[in-house]
Every structure is written in C-alpha cells, then in structure tokens.
C-alpha cells in the first residue's frame, strides 16, 4: 500500500484547507485499517493530529477538535482532512499514515505505509 498526501498551501488566518490521501495497492491480502495524520512544524517532533478506523471511529488531538473534520470517500481509498478556523500555530508539514494488516498462509503482518507529506503554511 502506498499513500500519497495532496492539498497543501498558503493560507490566511481563519482561512480553509483540505488535504487529501490517496490510498493505493490495498486489495483483499493488504487492508487499510486506520488512516492518521501526523503534523510536524519546524523544529518540533511529528505529532498526532486524527485519525479514522475502517469502521469510521475519528479521533481527534485536543488542539484542532471542532476545526478539523477527517473523513473517506467510500467509493475509493481517498481519505481527506478538512481544515477549518487555521490558526498559525497549525503550520506544519502533514503527514498521512496507513496502517495495514497483511492477510499472510501464517497469519496477519501489520505494517506502515506513510506519504512524502504535504506542507501548510498559515499567515497571520
């Protein structure tokens, strides 16, 4: 499985954005089972921002509950991450995460498939 993030840019405070997650490579043997996204802002270590199960439970990290929406297109493996009310401190380069369970003859492989992330830059 691999994941590719788009959707980044420049945006003014209190302004919107939405990323997007392209899933690829999952099949019946490889299946996607939480997607996350991770921000890393300069200088600081990569932090947990949401995450979505195959089942649809979100979680959210404290800083963007009520302004951060993550979501899936059912009709494919897209996930989004809409951003509303983007604050400065939101600049970061975003990261998507798929974790995978690999349907194998001696049982299931759980393995990581992460993007190249997106940047988002937040002026005041």
């Known amino acids: 499985v691999q994941v590719l993030e788009s959707g980044g840019g420049m945006v003014q405070s209190g302004g919107s954005l939405r990323l997007s997650c392209a899933a690829s490579g999952s099949s019946s043997s490889a299946r996607i089972t939480v997607i996350t996204w991770y921000c890393q802002a300069l200088g600081k270590e990569r932090e947990f921002v949401a995450s979505?199960?195959?089942?649809?439970?979100?979680s959210y990290s404290d800083p963007v509950k009520g302004r951060f929406t993550i979501s899936r297109d059912y009709g494919g493996n897209t996930f989004f991450l809409q951003m509303n009310s983007l604050k400065p401190e939101d600049a970061a380069v975003y990261y998507c995460?798929?974790?995978?369970?690999?349907?194998?003859?001696?049982?299931?492989?759980?393995?990581?498939?992460w993007g190249q992330g997106t940047r988002v830059t937040v002026s005041p």
């Open positions: 979505i199960t195959s089942g649809g439970a979100t």
């Open positions: 995460k798929a974790d995978v369970a690999v349907f194998i003859i001696e049982g299931i492989n759980y393995v990581e498939a």
